[in-house]
């Protein structure tokens, strides 16, 4: 099984700051079939399901703000999500769809100070 | 719009098995397929199995023993069913549609809580 590892598993910020949070594959995620990253990333705020934000590492879904970039390739990814607002505040997780069994990580609890 | 609604009971004794649907509106199961993510609270989501838009099944090596996956396409419902239960199954379980060419969790569910306790 791929193995997701993501850190910090929580931070505090401030409105306005720009975040930075990792997640690590145990393995590739690159394909060349579709020439990208199998890596999804999630936003679950409380009490909610997971929402998609960003597939094949850095593509944005419609209507999810700009100020969330993917990014990263092969093993090693990032979110980073420029000037926060008090409503990203949530449990980002990123997952593989490389390989069976899909897989996600353990998530970065998002605080807002 | 796209839906997905997972319905079920909220207790199941231990060693039982669960049974969870899943109605979905706003697509076709033979278009799209559906997965079943379970998160037990606090903890990061797991994926359990799939059911391919062309009825075909893909299922967690770590489950497949204890779980089956079905439809009813006539209904717009897709089947969980998952026997001898322990206190470890409790958690949130969710019905996904997985889009685009890869199937990515594009729409997810509500949930629907299960507890496992006698």
């Known amino acids: 099984d791929i193995v997701m590892t993501q850190s910090p598993s929580s931070l505090a910020v401030s409105a306005g700051d720009k975040v930075t949070m990792s997640c690590k594959s145990s393995?590739?995620?690159?394909?060349?079939?579709?020439?990208?990253?199998?890596l999804s990333w999630f936003q679950q705020k409380p009490g909610q399901s997971p929402k998609l934000l960003i597939s094949l590492a850095s593509t944005r879904e419609t209507g999810v703000p700009d100020r969330f970039i993917g990014s990263g390739s092969g093993t090693d990814f990032t979110l980073t999500i420029n000037s926060v607002q008090a409503e990203d505040l949530a449990v980002y997780y990123c997952?593989?769809?490389?390989?069976?069994?899909?897989?996600f990580g353990s998530g970065t609890k998002l605080e807002i100070k | 719009q796209v839906q997905l609604k997972e319905s079920g009971p909220g207790l199941v004794q231990p060693s039982e098995t669960l049974s969870l649907t899943c109605t979905v509106s706003?697509?076709?199961?033979?278009?799209?397929?559906v997965s079943w993510v379970r998160q037990p609270s606090g903890k990061g989501p797991e994926w359990m199995g799939r059911?391919?838009?062309?009825?075909?099944?893909a299922y967690n090596s770590a489950l497949k023993s204890r779980l089956s996956i079905s439809r009813d396409t006539s209904k717009n419902q897709v089947f969980l069913k998952m026997n001898s239960l322990q206190t470890d199954d409790t958690g949130t379980y969710y019905c996904t549609r997985d889009g685009g060419q890869l199937g990515v969790f594009d729409y997810w569910g509500q949930g629907v809580m299960v507890t496992v306790s006698s």
């Open positions: 059911m391919w838009y062309d009825g075909d099944t």
């Open positions: 706003g697509f076709s199961l033979t278009s799209y397929s």
């Open positions: 393995q590739s995620l690159f394909s060349s079939e579709y020439q990208g990253n199998y």
């Open positions: 997952e593989q769809y490389y390989s069976y069994p899909l897989t």
